[in-house]
């Protein structure tokens, strides 16, 4: 899950999500002048849905013109005190997940659904909007929020990077996939840990990494482990980096936190990786995941 700043009809996506009305010719897709989308969205009003789009469903057209190549019609709720609509926005999240995953889609941005005209407030329209997508069954790999004022970019970003939400995208993955990644741990070698570097003639020297631990750090990537929060703020700010030291006593969001610090830290600063192998960050960040599962799954590896 990541939380973008910006105008959801520019989004490079397999799919995008058009919040629309029940009339099907409303939203920000419509504002743009795509005339392929409003012709499709015509259509369906003068055949499926002639009685409009209820709340809550949803429904695919072309994209058009659009980066994307579907676009994905929901209808959201308008925010209500006295009546709790929130079914009604999680079901938007869901069925637009849904129908991107049986189109085949791979990735999909989201507006924040109602936050708009809907008047819904942006802190409960994000954790409704987060809980209904990580309960969710997919194939789609990336889901993306595009929010277009910074109050609701805020509201996105605590609720996608809160320690609950990591968690809870950790524990989203079946036990043999935590079990596979633990399994290459335990194979890691000494000549797994020890670290040569290269230096092409003019060029800078590189680090080579043993095919052993790419593996793990594929599976740590393929876990979830690496999340979407402020990486550079939270290694300068926190004790745990860059040792490691707490975080067997820190919520594994940390641990993930720490993970991501390193290895997207790699892209940028090649060796960041044999630091963590050099100072212990890495094998404190095995141990808390391998401690977090254990509880999770009541003992057994």
């Given at each position: 899950m990541l939380v973008v700043h910006g105008d959801i009809t520019t989004q490079?996506?397999?799919?995008?999500?058009?919040?629309?009305?029940?009339?099907?010719?409303?939203?920000?897709?419509?504002?743009?002048?795509?005339?392929?989308?409003l012709a499709e969205c015509r259509a369906l009003r003068a055949?499926?849905?002639?009685?409009?789009?209820?709340?809550?469903?949803?429904?695919?057209?072309t994209g058009g013109e659009l980066r994307a190549r579907w676009v994905i019609h929901t209808a959201g709720p308008v925010w209500s005190a006295g009546e709790d609509r929130s079914a009604l926005l999680a079901s938007c999240y869901r069925e637009s997940l849904r129908i991107a995953g049986e189109l085949g889609a791979g990735s999909v941005a989201f507006p924040a659904i109602s936050t708009g005209?809907?008047?819904?407030?942006?802190?409960?329209?994000?954790?409704?909007?987060?809980?209904?997508l990580r309960a969710a069954?997919?194939?789609?790999?990336?889901?993306?929020?595009?929010?277009?004022?910074?109050?609701?970019?805020?509201?996105?970003?605590?609720?996608?990077?809160?320690?609950?939400?990591?968690a809870a995208g950790l524990a989203a993955h079946p036990a043999q996939r935590w079990r596979r990644l633990f399994a290459a741990v335990?194979?890691?070698?000494?000549?797994?840990?020890?670290?040569?570097?290269?230096?092409?003639?003019?060029?800078?020297?590189?680090?080579?990494y043993t095919e052993?631990?790419?593996?793990?750090?594929?599976?740590?990537a393929e876990l979830d482990v690496v999340v979407p929060f402020d990486w550079g703020t939270w290694s300068r700010d926190t004790p745990l980096h860059p040792e490691g030291r707490g975080l067997a006593g820190a919520p594994v969001a940390d641990a993930a936190r720490l993970a991501t610090a390193y290895i997207r830290g790699e892209r940028f600063c090649e060796g960041?990786?044999?630091?963590?192998?050099?100072n212990g960050a890495l094998d404190a960040i095995f141990d808390?995941?391998?401690?977090?599962?254990?509880?999770?799954?009541?003992?057994?590896?």
């Open positions: 490079h996506a397999d799919a995008i999500v058009n919040a629309t009305d029940p009339s099907l010719l409303g939203g920000a897709v419509h504002r743009r002048g795509d005339p392929a989308v055949s499926a849905y002639r009685n409009g789009l209820p709340f809550g469903r949803a429904v695919a057209t005209a809907g008047g819904w407030p942006p802190g409960d329209a994000a954790a409704i909007a987060v809980r209904a069954p997919t194939g789609v790999e990336e889901v993306r929020f595009v929010t277009f004022t910074p109050e609701v970019r805020t509201a996105f970003t605590e609720v996608v990077t809160s320690d609950e939400n990591i335990d194979a890691l070698t000494p000549a797994d840990r020890a670290v040569t570097w290269e230096t092409p003639e003019h060029q800078l020297p590189y680090p080579r052993g631990f790419w593996q793990v750090v594929r599976l740590l960041t990786l044999e630091s963590g192998l050099g808390r995941l391998r401690r977090w599962f254990t509880e999770e799954h009541g003992g057994g590896r």
